[in-house]
């Protein structure tokens, strides 16, 4: 009876923390991704993106010089990505997400003599724009 006492609660303990650790656990299983598609007078390299929530208290960098930052990006509820040209804020993106994981963020610049085009389609768990 001992014995399987200890199994119990061994397994109680083993499941409970990967309960608590599940967004962790999905988050590396399927992380965010950034792609950054460009043309015309547009480089990657001088595209920065960064990423703040609705409340914007704190805005982090996710994209620099044609690699990602960081991979847990969003989180649940209004999101939104400010695009950069170098030091110039060139468009902002606004999305409201339910999950925060497993999601690809694609964005689409494209620039002919002094004019920018923009697109940015989000694809994977829970997306919606």
């Known amino acids: 009876m001992r014995a399987v006492l200890w199994v119990f609660g061994i397994c109680t303990v083993f499941f409970g923390l990967i309960w608590l650790s599940k967004d962790r656990i999905i988050t590396f299983l399927f992380p965010e991704r950034i792609e950054v598609t460009t043309q015309g007078n547009v480089f990657a390299n001088d595209i920065t993106i960064k990423h703040t929530t609705w409340d914007k208290t704190d805005t982090l960098t996710v994209y620099h010089i044609g ?3 960081l ?3 969003s989180g649940p509820g209004l999101n939104y990505f400010l695009v950069f040209e170098g030091n ?3 468009g902002a993106f606004e999305y409201y997400s339910r999950q925060s994981h497993g999601k690809r963020y694609h964005f689409y610049i494209s620039g002919k003599q002094d004019s920018l085009w923009m697109d940015m389609k989000i694809s994977g768990w829970g997306s919606s724009r």
């Open 67 to 69: 690699t990602q930052k």
């Open 71 to 73: 991979h847990a990006i």
């Open 88 to 90: 110039d804020l060139i």
